[in-house]
């Protein structure tokens, strides 16, 4: 039975390692439009290529049965395993290489205790399903493969150098101390279920690429320095120091959760000239600011908002169509949207689609509007489309259909409808041409608008803080006087 189970064990962690390629995973694919991106699928190209392997003359090979030995150099070239109720130390002064075919394979319930120097050459791999640790005299450098298996955990106190080319795949635990670093030039996943404390400092390189889909805790001393590419699938709590470097390419999913505490900083370096004026939005030259937000912003203050200088808010309405904890009537919209008319702030709604037909869209819209006949709202009701699943399993005419006969529904009951999408959804994944008469809010967050119709709002990023909200909140800038177009109209039932 210890030997099934052992098998057992590594087996998993085998599986969960063969998924590990540039962009580690294909369940959440990042949204190009708003990363700057081409795909997320890795290059052609051999990892390490220009690298100069070690010369292992002199050094010992390893076979992970004897005890490291002080002032010795090791390496490995092929599978190696530190197995069960093992513990393994590598001194200080010793040095430990991962070469080029060579997995080190720490087993669940085995300790790998690091006080010399490890180097993972390119297309090396240290899979860990037990537990490392780490000492602030050690060095680490990873140019292949470093995995935590979801058994894993890793307790850092070093700085490891990741760089292009080399990935990291955590689906355990890792705590990187006040003295410990990860600075990820290349690609790095953690996974769904994963849990990330960082009380030390956690870099993102113009070059990296940083899939987040479980949870990262900055702590108060803590930092995060993102410059390259972030998705935001999972949770990011942050009370340190979280700096978005101005060429940042940030994407944060409707599941993704970016909160902040009190002690928490937020510095957004992103470059957005909102003065800037949008010629395609019919020759209009206004910039109108506005947010839009739902229940993840918990109470707002928007007496405080609308002092702020927000003039609109685009308030999450519904998603999906079932009443339980998610789905249905956003729990705040009747409070956000009956407190921001009170403030003077012009309002539109939004409804997430959730829906896997044609018919199952038309009834959400239904439900939508039966939700809305309780509120006077002066700016559009909006269709937002953005699912993964409609995405990854429907075609380009099914998603279109289903746009069309949402916004259809709108339109019959008397509203100005709209559609929310990204750039790359609305370049590729719509016949935009059966949509030329819908209204357009894009969501693109490069710093720029990529889409080059016509759109009448822009989202264009979270910023830090408007008074009144605690936390992050999306930001967009409006290019007409929506309110004056409805009421002029004679649209959302204004006048009833």
């Keep these: 039975m210890k030997i099934k189970r052992l098998l057992a064990l590594f087996m998993a962690a085998v599986i969960f390692t063969s998924g590990v390629s540039a962009f580690a995973e294909t369940a959440e694919r990042p949204d190009v439009s708003q990363t700057g991106g081409t795909s997320d699928t890795p290059d052609d190209e051999e990892q390490g290529e220009g690298y100069t392997p070690v010369d292992i003359t002199g050094y010992t090979l390893w076979d992970g049965t004897s005890d490291f030995q002080n002032d010795v150099n090791y390496y490995i070239d092929k599978q190696t395993d530190i197995n069960m109720k093992t513990t393994r130390t590598l001194p200080e002064g010793s040095r430990l290489v991962i070469r080029d075919g060579g997995d080190l394979r720490i087993f669940v319930g085995s300790f790998l205790n690091l006080d010399g120097e490890l180097l993972i050459e390119p297309n090396g791999a240290l899979t860990i399903s037990g537990t490392m640790q780490t000492t602030s005299s050690t060095k680490m450098d990873n140019l292949g493969n470093l995995v935590l298996t979801p058994s894993a955990v890793v307790n850092l106190r070093t700085s490891v150098e990741s760089p292009e080319d080399s990935h990291i795949n955590c689906a355990g635990t890792l705590n990187i101390y006040k003295s410990g670093s990860i600075n990820a030039a290349g690609s790095t996943t953690f996974q769904s279920g994963s849990v990330v404390t960082v009380t030390g400092k956690l870099t993102i390189p113009e070059s990296g690429k940083l899939f987040m889909r479980g949870q990262l805790l900055l702590t108060l001393s803590g930092k995060m320095d993102v410059a390259g590419y972030m998705s935001l699938s999972g949770e990011l709590h942050n009370s340190g120091t979280l700096e978005f470097q101005e060429w940042i390419r940030f994407y944060r999913y409707e599941t993704g959760k970016l909160m902040r505490s009190q002690s928490g900083r937020f510095n957004d370096h992103r470059r957005v000239t909102i003065s800037q004026s949008h010629s395609s939005a019919s020759g209009n030259k206004l910039n109108i600011k506005g947010i839009d937000v739902s229940r993840y912003q918990n109470a707002i203050d928007w007496e405080k908002v609308a002092a702020s200088g927000v003039e609109f808010a685009m308030i999450r309405l519904s ?85 069309r006969v949402f916004i259809d529904e709108i339109k019959a009951a008397g509203y100005y409808p709209m559609l929310y999408s990204s750039t790359n959804w609305l370049n590729n994944s719509f016949d935009m041409d059966r949509l030329s008469d819908v209204e357009l ?56």
């Excluded at 169509?321 to 249905?328: A, H, K, L, Q």
């Excluded at 509120?375 to 269709?383: E, G, M, S």
């Excluded at 967050?445 to 822009?458: A, D, F, N, P």
Aim: charged content about 25%; hydrophobic content about 35%.
């Design 319 to 403: 998603l999906g169509s079932v009443e339980d904890p998610y789905n249905g009537q956003d729990s705040r919209s009747d409070y956000n949207i009956t407190e921001a008319l009170k403030a003077g702030i012009h309002v539109g709604v939004y409804h997430y689609l959730k829906a896997h037909t044609v018919e199952e869209a038309r009834a959400e819209a239904q439900f939508m509007l039966n939700l809305l006949k309780n509120y006077k709202v002066d700016y559009p009701v909006v269709l937002d489309m953005e699912e993964p699943w409609q995405l990854n399993n429907l075609t380009n005419e099914e998603r279109t259909e289903m746009a």
């Design 441 to 496: 809010w894009v969501a693109d967050w490069r710093g720029y608008c990529g889409y080059t119709g016509e759109y009448g709002m822009w989202q264009y990023g979270v910023i830090a803080q408007v008074s009144g909200i605690e936390g992050e909140v999306d930001a967009n800038i409006g290019y007409k006087d929506y309110a004056k177009i409805i009421r002029d109209g004679g649209y959302n039932h204004l006048d009833d």
